[in-house]
């Protein structure tokens, strides 16, 4: 009998594909496994998503698998079961959820077997070192420390950012030397845990939170709230080392790659097993190669951010989500999964705990637990010796401002630099100024693409427009009436670098944002610089305030938050709730007592008072009450639908069609059609639907009934659409 694989290909249609297997292929073929068939007038890999005994195309329209590339399934069944469910609830077919799950080089049709290792060790002339031969060169010294203990894989290497050229120059003068290892599946984690250091003593609420965690067994979704300093991490190492001596692994989920460092070291420095990292910024074989280490559980521990969710683990053990409120753990491009939603569903077919940790949980995740779906676990106070900080407000309204800076922050700058304490300075706008003005005719040069303006970005002398890319050089001439008088309207991290330098020049300044951090291990260098001391000045945009831990900063001061309170988003409040509180924790985190200054034009904003006075735990809970009242997620359930096009009629008329297929009742409301808050983006107009329904089951239904008859509208030919479940931002 003729045996058939339902293929899922990366293509956005969402279905799956018929091809005939072989009668080897049909004995060897698993659900899992991958193939290579023809697919139009290419060869695409796919995924067998079903094996069947029967195909309803015609004979001459079955066409043959070409190879079979994996002889045992990729993706254990709870792994394929988990991309099933989140291509059904985001709206996607198999095949592109697919796509997100496997890294780059499987699905280029790599083996997914390990290859040989090449790894780094200290020469006998390396080991005779002292810390003394190294003089300045710290980066050596980095390595020598590092390479003391044990020999390391040149992927863990380029993980922990050890300098590549200083690796070589070692290698040139006979201190560490390369070899080739074979791969040997090393499991003795299992059976021996080693700690390299002793635990910390737990404060009260922490060890409450431990012992309410692992005395649960199976799957057990639990928010563990803790303020800014609290000890979360802590927490975490804690119930790892009870998850790993049981012969368990743990993924480790974080926001950002800048995050993945930090978090690397604490976990390395406290267990003796091998730490798989993956996120973006790696090569693909860096990748398959933390990917391989975790499937055949030699990786104990798997550090990543979003995609590292679909990771396999052959013993799954315990799911973490630090700062699980952060927007980047939402997709924004191709399927717009969420990794905190989809990692609960993962522990629950694992049936492991997953724990989501943040000083400012998100609303949903809140909302969870206190309905009692999820365990709700409080960290009140800061762990060690840390204090609570000082907070305070400048009012900035007729006050002269140096650079966005008042006299009262430069000042209070002084005193805590003179004390030999480190300051940073949060302002979420990259660049030198958001705007270019003609001073003459009063112009403002704007994107010719996007309804925006070009941010000056005076380092790299070009104006870059900040959402399509598009970019020039600095214009000598006004584009309106020629005049020579151009000048940056407003503030951003580079002139205000400028500024401070001037300012302070006996104190260095140090600018972290994304055009600063643009070359690779460019951010890993700044903070190693950063808590060696070399800086005493921060500036950054929010890729300062996610978790990263600075003991010598003891004043940290908001410079612009009044555009965040001010927003179409009804998620603003939340966000900038969010951000205020992470900025501020980075202050005073060890025993020195530190202060926050917020300066603003809107000192008397009630969203401000109740969150200064009343901390962000009451402010989110006041918030979720606000939602429930007007009827928005988390109460209800959402889904946003978009379309651009290059005729905003074109848009409007597909929008309007959706929202003529969607049910009308008070259980179901339909929003818009509405331009989107940015109209035009890279030469299209852009325009939003909103649905929104008291059921999600419902949602799910009607969003699933709609799906087949809105691929067929003739409006779709002429606009660019998708469906964004549960939306994060309405941008």
Same mark, same amino acid.
């Given at each position: 009998?003729e045996?058939?694989?339902?293929v899922?290909?990366?293509?956005?249609?969402?279905?799956?594909?018929?091809?005939?297997l072989?009668s080897?292929?049909a004995?060897?073929?698993?659900p899992g496994?991958?193939?290579r068939?023809p697919?139009?007038?290419?060869?695409l890999i796919?995924?067998?998503?079903?094996i069947?005994?029967?195909?309803? !195309?015609?004979t #001459?329209?079955i %066409?043959?698998? +070409? *190879?079979l $590339?994996?002889?045992e399934?990729?993706?254990?069944?709870?792994? /394929?079961?988990l991309?099933?469910?989140?291509?059904?609830?985001?709206?996607a077919?198999?095949?592109?959820?697919l796509?997100?799950a496997l890294?780059?080089?499987?699905?280029?049709?790599?083996?997914?077997?390990?290859?040989?290792?090449?790894?780094?060790?200290l020469?006998?002339?390396g080991q005779? !070192?002292?810390d #003394?031969?190294? %003089?300045?060169? +710290? *980066?050596q $010294?980095?390595i020598?420390?590092?390479l003391?203990?044990?020999? /390391?894989?040149k992927?863990?290497c380029?993980?922990?950012?050890l300098s590549?050229?200083?690796?070589?120059t070692?290698?040139q003068?006979?201190?560490?030397e390369t070899?080739?290892?074979?791969?040997i599946e090393?499991?003795?984690?299992r059976?021996?845990?080693?700690?390299l250091e002793?635990?910390?003593?737990?404060? #009260?609420?922490?060890a409450?939170?431990?012992?309410?965690i692992?005395?649960?067994?199976?799957?057990?979704?639990?928010?563990?709230?803790?303020i800014?300093?609290?000890?979360?991490t802590?927490?975490?190492l804690?119930?790892?080392?009870?998850v790993?001596?049981?012969g368990?692994?743990?993924?480790?989920?974080?926001?950002?790659?800048?995050?993945t460092?930090?978090t690397?070291?604490?976990?390395?420095?406290r267990?003796?097993?091998h730490?798989?990292?993956?996120?973006?910024?790696?090569?693909?074989?860096?990748?398959?190669?933390?990917?391989?280490?975790?499937?055949?559980?030699?990786a104990?521990i798997?550090?990543?951010?979003?995609?590292?969710?679909?990771?396999p683990?052959?013993?799954?053990?315990i799911?973490?989500?630090?700062?699980e409120?952060?927007s980047?753990?939402?997709?924004?491009?191709?399927?717009?999964?969420?990794?905190?939603d989809?990692?609960?569903m993962?522990a629950?077919?694992?049936?492991?705990p997953?724990?989501?940790?943040?000083a400012t949980?998100?609303?949903?995740t809140?909302?969870n637990a206190?309905?009692?779906r999820?365990g709700?676990?409080?960290?009140?106070?800061?762990?060690?010796?840390?204090?609570?900080?000082?907070?305070?407000?400048?009012?900035?309204?007729n006050q002269?401002?140096?650079?966005?800076?008042?006299?009262?922050?430069?000042?209070?700058?002084r005193?805590?630099?003179?004390?030999?304490?480190?300051v940073l300075l949060?302002?979420n706008r990259r660049?030198?100024?958001?705007?270019?003005?003609?001073?003459?005719?009063?112009?403002?040069?704007e994107c010719?693409?996007?309804d925006?303006?070009?941010?000056?970005h005076?380092?790299?002398?070009?104006i870059?427009?900040?959402?399509?890319?598009n970019?020039?050089?600095?214009?000598?001439?006004?584009?309106?009436?020629?005049?020579t008088?151009l000048?940056g309207?407003?503030i951003g991290?580079?002139?205000?670098?400028?500024?401070?330098a001037?300012?302070f020049?006996?104190?260095p300044?140090?600018?972290?944002?994304?055009?600063s951090t643009?070359l690779?291990?460019?951010?890993?260098?700044h903070?190693g610089?950063?808590?060696r001391g070399?800086?005493?000045i921060l500036?950054g945009?929010?890729?300062?305030?996610?978790?990263?831990?600075f003991?010598d900063?003891?004043l940290?001061?908001?410079l612009?938050?009044d555009?965040?309170?001010?927003?179409?988003d009804?998620?603003?409040?939340?966000?900038?709730?969010q951000?205020?509180?992470?900025?501020?924790?980075?202050?005073g985190r060890?025993?020195?007592?530190?202060?926050?200054?917020?300066?603003?034009?809107?000192?008397?904003n009630?969203?401000?008072?109740e969150?200064?006075h009343?901390?962000y735990?009451?402010?989110?809970r006041q918030q979720?009450?606000e939602?429930?009242?007007?009827?928005?997620p988390?109460?209800?359930?959402?889904?946003l639908?978009?379309a651009e096009?290059?005729r905003?009629?074109d848009?409007?008329?597909?929008?309007n069609a959706?929202?003529?297929?969607?049910?009308?009742?008070r259980e179901?409301?339909?929003?818009?059609?509405?331009?989107?808050p940015?109209?035009?983006?890279?030469?299209?107009f852009?325009?939003?639907?909103?649905?929104?329904?008291?059921?999600?089951?419902?949602?799910q239904?009607?969003?699933?009934?709609?799906?087949?008859?809105?691929?067929h509208?003739?409006?779709?030919?002429?606009?660019r659409?998708?469906?964004d479940?549960?939306?994060?931002?309405l941008?």
């Amino acid at each position: 009998m003729e045996k058939f694989a339902e293929v899922a290909l990366p293509v956005p249609m969402r279905q799956n594909f018929s091809y005939r297997l072989t009668s080897q292929q049909a004995i060897d073929a698993k659900p899992g496994c991958r193939v290579r068939v023809p697919f139009g007038r290419q060869q695409l890999i796919g995924i067998i998503a079903a094996i069947t005994d029967h195909c309803n !195309l015609p004979t #001459t329209q079955i %066409k043959s698998v +070409t *190879s079979l $590339l994996d002889l045992e399934p990729l993706l254990a069944p709870p792994l /394929l079961q988990l991309i099933e469910r989140g291509a059904r609830y985001y709206l996607a077919s198999l095949g592109q959820m697919l796509t997100q799950a496997l890294p780059t080089a499987l699905r280029k049709g790599a083996s997914s077997d390990a290859n040989t290792e090449i790894y780094y060790q200290l020469t006998a002339a390396g080991q005779a !070192l002292k810390d #003394t031969d190294f %003089k300045r060169a +710290t *980066s050596q $010294l980095k390595i020598w420390q590092t390479l003391s203990t044990d020999k /390391l894989a040149k992927e863990q290497c380029q993980a922990l950012g050890l300098s590549a050229p200083s690796l070589k120059t070692m290698e040139q003068k006979g201190w560490l030397e390369t070899i080739e290892v074979a791969p040997i599946e090393d499991l003795s984690w299992r059976d021996n845990l080693i700690l390299l250091e002793t635990p910390l003593h737990l404060n #009260t609420e922490q060890a409450v939170a431990v012992a309410a965690i692992n005395s649960r067994t199976g799957f057990y979704p639990s928010l563990i709230e803790g303020i800014t300093g609290s000890g979360k991490t802590e927490v975490y190492l804690s119930l790892l080392e009870k998850v790993l001596a049981a012969g368990k692994q743990a993924l480790i989920l974080v926001p950002e790659i800048g995050l993945t460092p930090q978090t690397i070291d604490r976990f390395r420095s406290r267990f003796k097993v091998h730490v798989a990292v993956i996120h973006s910024g790696l090569t693909d074989n860096q990748r398959l190669h933390a990917w391989q280490k975790s499937r055949s559980g030699e990786a104990a521990i798997i550090i990543g951010t979003r995609s590292a969710l679909f990771t396999p683990m052959r013993y799954p053990g315990i799911i973490i989500l630090d700062e699980e409120h952060d927007s980047s753990f939402k997709q924004q491009e191709g399927v717009g999964y969420h990794a905190r939603d989809l990692a609960v569903m993962r522990a629950q077919l694992e049936q492991i705990p997953v724990v989501l940790g943040s000083a400012t949980p998100s609303l949903e995740t809140l909302n969870n637990a206190l309905s009692g779906r999820y365990g709700h676990l409080s960290l009140n106070e800061r762990a060690g010796k840390a204090k609570k900080v000082r907070q305070g407000i400048i009012d900035i309204r007729n006050q002269p401002l140096n650079c966005g800076m008042s006299s009262a922050l430069i000042n209070e700058m002084r005193l805590h630099l003179d004390a030999g304490n480190q300051v940073l300075l949060f302002l979420n706008r990259r660049g030198f100024a958001p705007a270019l003005i003609c001073h003459e005719c009063g112009h403002l040069h704007e994107c010719d693409r996007c309804d925006a303006f070009f941010t000056v970005h005076q380092a790299l002398n070009e104006i870059c427009c900040h959402h399509c890319g598009n970019q020039h050089p600095i214009p000598k001439q006004c584009h309106q009436c020629g005049s020579t008088m151009l000048a940056g309207q407003g503030i951003g991290t580079e002139q205000l670098e400028q500024t401070l330098a001037g300012l302070f020049p006996q104190y260095p300044v140090v600018r972290i944002d994304r055009d600063s951090t643009r070359l690779k291990g460019s951010l890993e260098r700044h903070l190693g610089a950063i808590h060696r001391g070399e800086f005493k000045i921060l500036v950054g945009t929010q890729m300062l305030a996610k978790g990263h831990h600075f003991p010598d900063v003891t004043l940290v001061g908001l410079l612009d938050v009044d555009g965040a309170l001010f927003s179409a988003d009804f998620r603003a409040p939340e966000r900038f709730g969010q951000l205020y509180t992470q900025v501020a924790g980075r202050a005073g985190r060890a025993a020195k007592p530190g202060t926050v200054l917020l300066q603003t034009h809107q000192h008397d904003n009630p969203l401000l008072k109740e969150l200064l006075h009343k901390g962000y735990g009451d402010f989110a809970r006041q918030q979720l009450q606000e939602r429930a009242m007007a009827l928005l997620p988390p109460v209800w359930h959402m889904v946003l639908v978009r379309a651009e096009a290059h005729r905003a009629e074109d848009a409007d008329a597909l929008l309007n069609a959706i929202a003529n297929l969607l049910p009308h009742d008070r259980e179901f409301e339909i929003i818009g059609p509405l331009p989107a808050p940015l109209d035009r983006k890279a030469g299209k107009f852009r325009r939003q639907l909103m649905f929104q329904a008291k059921d999600r089951q419902r949602l799910q239904r009607e969003c699933e009934r709609i799906l087949p008859l809105v691929t067929h509208l003739p409006e779709t030919k002429r606009c660019r659409w998708s469906f964004d479940r549960d939306p994060q931002d309405l941008l």
